[in-house]
């Protein structure tokens, strides 16, 4: 099959290591299936949650950029504020129950030179941390901080994931700073947002 990119923006493909399909999730997005799709991602100072009702076997992963920000700036689930709220939200539509909800959390890394001080891999690590302590939804499993990018495949339905460390940030680096770059040039609006 060849991949494609569906009505909700996010690239879907045959994954030929877990011979299943996958979709995978760019920085912003957010996806919540109730089958065998794996949801995978490449992480750098990014951070992805894994929330899942192990009960119904239905789970999703978000892909957020920074903690918090303005929401009404044109791209709001880049920031883990919402991205967090769009994806536990979605899950209690789709009849998950919110006190069976459990969440494995990944990235966080230092990969981008330059923020030496109060880096955004490491603010990004704590927001997943408080926010989902807040919110009682118990963490089971966490790689989070350090300087390694990570590539992250979960699998809903069981709960398992599996997480490749990646021995150069440079790719990583490069394509959360581009998203960084595209977002701050896009216009401010209310609304919602596709980018092609």
């Not at 929401?71 to 069976?100: C, F, Q, T, W």
């Not at 603010?123 to 992250?152: M, S, T, W």
């Amino acid at each position: 099959m060849k991949p494609s990119v569906q009505a909700d923006g996010v690239m879907r493909y045959r994954d030929s290591r877990f011979q299943t399909m996958a979709a995978k999730l760019l920085p912003t997005q957010y996806l919540v299936v109730d089958d065998d799709t794996a949801l995978c991602t490449t992480l750098g100072s990014c951070v992805a949650a894994c929330i899942r009702d192990p009960l119904l076997g239905i789970g999703g992963m978000n892909h957020f950029l920074l903690p918090e920000g303005q929401v009404g700036d044109g791209a709001p689930a880049r920031y883990g504020s919402y991205a967090m709220e769009l994806l536990i939200n979605d899950l209690l539509k789709r009849g998950a129950h919110r006190k069976r909800l459990e969440a494995k959390v990944f990235g966080g890394a230092n990969v981008l030179k330059g923020f030496t001080s109060n880096p955004v891999g490491t603010r990004n690590a704590e927001f997943v941390r408080q926010y989902l302590q807040a919110e009682h939804i118990p963490v089971l499993a966490e790689d989070l901080c350090g300087i390694h990018p990570r590539k992250i495949w979960f699998f809903p339905v069981t709960g398992r994931v599996v997480v490749q460390r990646l021995p150069h940030a440079h790719e990583v680096a490069v394509t959360e700073s581009a998203v960084r770059a595209q977002l701050s040039r896009a216009p401010v609006t209310g609304g919602v947002e596709l980018f092609e």
